[in-house]
T-cell receptor
């Protein structure tokens, strides 16, 4: 089955530690995205990548970093510089140009204490 | 800036019809999408309007008026499983560009 996987589902970290969230897709999609969702809020864009080895900052990139070394993978690192890292993180992808549907992974709920 | 406005909460009775409105102000507009998200789950795509008018997919319909910067999602024959959050999202240009999401409308379906 094609889809997007994110792991782990739940992640707990101490303040001051960097943490990397995994996102893998086997849909052969070119573009991948990271969103952050806080309770009662919409999805806010952190970073996105339209092709391998290229990515752009979204609206709330501060304190985050990404890489896109393979088409299938788009990991997100939450650094200690992110002031409020506790949130639900969603990874998504879209296919060929003109395809407007975004496919989402199941999300990772990160709790930092 | 970019803004999408939608009601924060809506309550409706099982079997009824409910309409969730979305108005938008964005730099660039190429289409309006709707996504459904159950608690703790991932958003799933419901519909897309690139042109003015009504799109129907089963019990769900979506409408767009570009001149009014307005769209809505219509859910008919409501079922308990329709209780979820619904997000409108604007596609600002063609190609694989990010969507801009509204804050979501939490729909509660009651018996």
């Amino acid at each position: 089955d094609g889809g997007i996987t994110q792991s782990p589902k739940y992640l707990f970290r101490k303040e001051g530690q960097n943490v990397t969230l995994s996102c893998e897709q086997n849909l052969n999609h070119d573009a991948m995205y990271w969103y952050r969702q806080d309770p009662g809020q919409g999805l806010r864009l952190i970073y996105y990548s339209q092709i391998v080895n290229d990515f752009q900052k979204g609206d709330i990139a501060e304190g985050y970093s990404v890489s896109r070394e393979k088409k299938e993978s788009f990991p997100l690192t939450v650094t200690s510089a992110q002031k409020n890292p506790t949130a639900f993180y969603l990874c998504a992808s879209t296919g060929t140009s003109g395809n407007y549907e975004q496919y989402f992974g199941p999300g990772t709920r990160l709790t930092v204490t | 800036g970019q803004s999408l406005e939608q009601p924060s909460e809506v309550t409706a009775v099982e079997g009824a019809i409910v309409q969730i409105n979305c108005t938008y102000q964005t730099s660039g507009f190429y289409g309006l999408s709707w996504y459904q998200q159950h608690d703790g789950g991932a958003p799933t795509f419901l519909s897309y309007n690139g042109l003015d008018g009504l799109e129907e997919t089963g019990r769900f319909s979506s409408f767009l008026s570009r001149s009014d910067s307005y769209g809505y999602l219509l859910l008919q024959e409501l079922q308990m499983k329709d209780s979820a959050s619904y997000f409108c999202a604007v596609r600002r240009s063609s190609g694989n560009t990010p969507l801009v999401f509204g804050k979501g409308t939490r729909l509660s379906v009651i018996a």
